[in-house]
């Protein structure tokens, strides 16, 4: 139970401030309607009480199997296990992002499916997987930041002179022409 109020505590400290900026905005610039304000207020303590079951979830069911994974794979001492684990659960945990899939989908309508949105989320998870692969590399290496993001900022700047101008000139033109500017 102490886990739990904890949870609640934690949540009720991130939703709060957010809810407050809408009230004071409720009441000084942009009144809602009532029923706005009511569903609004209504969600807000959902999330309270749903992020912090589903938190207090994470932390007794997720949290100790992962402990278990990592201290299994870290006692292998192969780090191309390891590598290849982090390469795997990065690409898995991003693919699933919600916030990845609102993007691919707006890029895919913007370029009218010129960039699909499978492409974004198959090429955004790859690259994301490998810089997390990459970092777990540079922390048992302890090779420090500012050298692995110079090397990384000059892979990517070598990589521009690959791409394809069809697909940038697609991009660019669908870009103008939705953006109301």
Do not use: C, W
């Amino acid at each position: 139970m102490n886990i739990l109020f904890d949870k609640l505590k934690e949540v009720i400290f991130t939703v709060l401030p957010i809810t407050i900026i809408v009230l004071i905005l409720h009441f000084t610039i942009t009144p809602l309607q009532p029923i706005v304000l009511v569903r609004f207020l209504l969600g807000a303590l959902f999330i309270i009480i749903g992020l912090s079951i589903f938190l207090l979830g994470v932390d007794v069911g997720l949290t100790p199997i992962g402990n278990y994974m990592g201290e299994i794979i870290a006692k292998t001492n192969k780090l191309v296990i390891v590598f290849a684990v982090t390469f795997i659960l990065g690409f898995f945990v991003n693919i699933a992002e919600p916030d990845l899939h609102i993007l691919a989908d707006q890029v895919d309508f913007v370029t009218s499916g010129n960039i699909s949105k499978t492409s974004i989320l198959i090429v955004v998870s790859i690259g994301i997987a490998i810089m997390l692969a990459s970092g777990l590399l540079r922390i048992v290496y302890n090779t420090p930041l500012h050298k692995f993001l110079t090397l990384t900022y000059i892979l990517i700047l070598i990589l521009v002179f690959f791409t394809d101008t069809a697909t940038t000139d697609i991009y660019t033109l669908s870009l103008h022409d939705a953006l109301p500017i």
